[in-house]
């Protein structure tokens, strides 16, 4: 017996957006912390329920898309497509039918199974009640990948509440019994989400409301070397540094930006790099700020591989350029 509509649980009912924050749990305690922001969004062309989830991540340059079909008829959530926006290409993928969630009837626990990408997921979905808490819908997945190299087991539980959708995330790794949560700390509706037939593309820059100050002080900075003016140690462009990067990699490329050379502001751009002593060609970063816009971006490379951060993904030259280096 249904007495529940899926929609009402799938689906905040008056937010568009979503904060999650992130821990990271290993042997050794907690290993790292970040933020994820993720948006619903109704399709322009909605007769099939059809809706967008874009998970949007200020720890990786890549953004993702993912396009679902609800079904009260069928009791289901199908995905019909994914998307992943890299540095310099987007990746699609559309499926069949793929039953991405299930709705459980009152009192049983319903279990079904789907093949995505390079593994197997096992699911199962009941209601949690807990005397004097709000009822909770559960849907677990156990996942089994190979990604051609190794094998790996994962676990996700998420957590469901009416009218506010997912609330929590606890995810489970067969690696270093690596345990990561993700809790809501922030919900809120954005009139400027809007859905273009799943092209509505993660450039837009959807952390703006989140940046506090602006950075045009950094253009005092011209000529100076960034040890002069304790450049990573401002409190401003520290935590734009921190919500775009994260912490351990904020934390690594101050401690290892060690040479330098001199503060460039030239045509409305902001740029500082440095390198590892002694491994200049392999460990080396660029920051640069686009006054026009007020965006920052950080070029990445460790080891010879490169990363690269931006505020949005339209980057500027100078991070290109960083990119083809060495």
Known sequence: MYSERIEDWILP??????????????????????KRKVYYIKSDSSNFGTLEAVFMNNMFVSGEQFLFRTSEK???VYLLKSKKSLTKSS?????????????????????????????????SSFWLLKEGKEKELVVVREAFLNDGSRE???????????????????????????????NVSKRGFDP???????????????FSNERKESLAFLKEFDGKYSYEVKLLENSV????????????KYNFMKETWGVEGGIIVENSMFNAS???????????FII???????????????????????????????????????
């Open 13 to 34: 009912q008056r937010d568009n957006f979503l904060w999650f924050d992130y821990k990271f749990y290993d042997k050794g305690g907690v290993d790292f912390e970040m």
């Open 74 to 76: 069928d009791k289901c």
């Open 91 to 123: 990746q699609t993928k559309e499926y069949e039918s793929l039953i991405y969630f299930q709705f459980p009837a009152d009192s049983d626990t319903l279990r079904w199974s789907y093949s995505k990408n390079d593994g197997i997921f096992n699911c």
């Open 152 to 182: 790996r087991f994962e676990k996700d539980i998420e957590y469901y509440q009416k009218h506010k959708g997912l609330v929590k995330i606890s995810m489970f790794g067969s690696k270093d019994n690596l345990i990561m949560t993700q």
């Open 192 to 206: 400027d989400a809007k859905s273009n037939s799943f092209s509505w593309a993660t450039s837009q820059n959807k």
């Open 237 to 248: 462009l520290k935590g734009r540094l921190i919500n775009l990067l994260g912490n351990e």
């Open 274 to 284: 440095g390198c590892e002593q002694h491994n200049c060609d392999m460990t080396n």
């Open 288 to 326: 640069a700020v686009d006054f026009r816009k007020d965006l920052l971006y950080v070029g990445y490379r460790v080891d010879g591989e490169v990363q690269l951060f931006g505020e949005d993904n339209n980057y500027p030259n100078e991070l290109m350029e960083f990119e083809k280096q060495y």
